[in-house]
């Protein structure tokens, strides 16, 4: 089941007609130490991401310069028109016997067929009389922080999965950090993006002020703060890590957990994502503008071009900065770039 069938009716209370949304998966793109955002152009960025999307993703993508529709050949999303690029930092068990770090694996999400990557979602949560405005071209926003040390549950937070299931994203029953006891089912990472914006900026230099939560963060609702007065559709992250095979009482408890986001965070509060928008012409409105009709949702919205999983997962791209970090399995030394581990 998946938690919107519930979030529906008992948490929303928003007329059915309003609560289709786009829930598809983005494969793996590339695993790379870059981050054309926050460190456009440089080469390499301080610690790595894991990129989905058009394979035009580049060191250096300028707003309203870079059309990642015309320069992409393929996207590793269901949504054959989406280009778009989304990335969020990889996760790493840090080894409690001898410090080296390995890799965390991903899977696929429930009813989606994927290599990696992370699933998408677009929400209709801040939409007023069914209506949201699409994203604009060079439009981009970050949301979380890697610096953050404070619990931002509401926006984002970690599933232990094998717990019992069905509830919304960023319930009180996820935690703000990683958690501290083993996961047989895996750890979900949520990152739930702001709903609102401001109609003018396509970015700002935080990389968030130009958007708003209309709540205090977590899942929207149709009270968009004045000087953000737009509804958008809201983004959300889902990243599935496979800690299974992590299963060692010693690894876990109070205050205690062997995983390691890529920026050197041992605590899971500085989970961030970063989002790029590239979907062609206005496909995106389109999809929007039919959610209500029932003709569009999850994976499978008649409005749009879809893709195999097959298709989806054959579009790649090589890294350009070229390095180990920590291939299938394998144990490195250090986080690339030597990020020290702080708690
Ligand atoms: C990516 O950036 C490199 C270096 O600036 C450039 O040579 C290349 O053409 C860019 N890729 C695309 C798809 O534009
Ligand atoms: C380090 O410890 C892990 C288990 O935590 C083990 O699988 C790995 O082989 C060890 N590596 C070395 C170099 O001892
Ligand atoms: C997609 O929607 C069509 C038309 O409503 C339906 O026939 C098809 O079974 C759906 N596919 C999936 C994967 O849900």
Not at 210 to 222: I, K, M
Not at 248 to 260: E, I, M
């Amino acid at each position: 089941m998946f938690w919107y069938a519930l979030a529906a009716s008992a948490l929303l209370g928003q007329h059915v007609s309003a609560q289709n949304m786009l829930r598809f998966a983005c494969s793996q793109l590339t695993v790379e130490r870059a981050d054309p955002l926050v460190t456009p152009g440089q080469s390499p960025a301080p610690h790595t991401h894991q990129i989905v999307g058009g394979n035009s993703f580049n060191l250096t993508m300028e707003p309203a310069k870079y059309d990642p529709p015309s320069k992409s050949t393929c996207t590793t999303c269901t949504y054959s028109e989406d280009f778009s690029n989304y990335w969020t930092a990889s996760l790493y068990f840090k080894s409690p016997e001898n410090g080296t770090f390995q890799r965390v694996p991903q899977y696929a999400n429930v009813g989606l067929q994927q290599d990696g990557g992370m699933t998408v979602y677009y929400m209709p949560y801040s939409a007023k009389n069914n209506k949201m405005t699409a994203f604009k071209p060079g439009f981009r926003m970050i949301a979380g922080d890697p610096m953050s040390k404070k619990n931002n549950r509401a926006s984002i937070c970690h599933r232990c999965l094998g717990n019992g299931e069905g509830f919304a994203p960023c319930d009180a029953k996820d935690t703000g950090e990683l958690p501290n006891k083993y996961c047989p089912k895996g750890i979900r990472a949520t990152i739930i993006f702001p709903s609102c914006w401001d109609g003018k900026n396509l970015d700002s230099p935080d990389h968030k002020s130009h958007v708003a939560y209309s709540n205090s963060g977590g899942l929207g609702s149709t009270n968009c703060p004045s000087t953000h007065p737009v509804a958008i559709p809201q983004v959300m992250y889902e990243i599935m890590w496979d800690t299974g095979k992590y299963k060692n009482n010693a690894y876990y408890g109070a205050n205690k957990q062997p995983f390691v986001y890529s920026f050197g965070d041992g605590t899971g509060f500085g989970q961030h994502g970063d989002y790029l928008f590239g979907w062609k012409d206005d496909s995106l409105q389109k999809a929007m503008d039919a959610l209500p009709s029932g003709k569009c949702a999850n994976a499978n919205c008649s409005v749009l071009k879809i893709q195999s999983g097959k298709d989806s997962m054959t579009c790649k791209k090589a890294q350009q900065v070229v390095e180990d970090v920590g291939k299938d399995g394998a144990w490195i030394s250090q986080l690339p770039g030597g990020m020290p581990v702080t708690y």
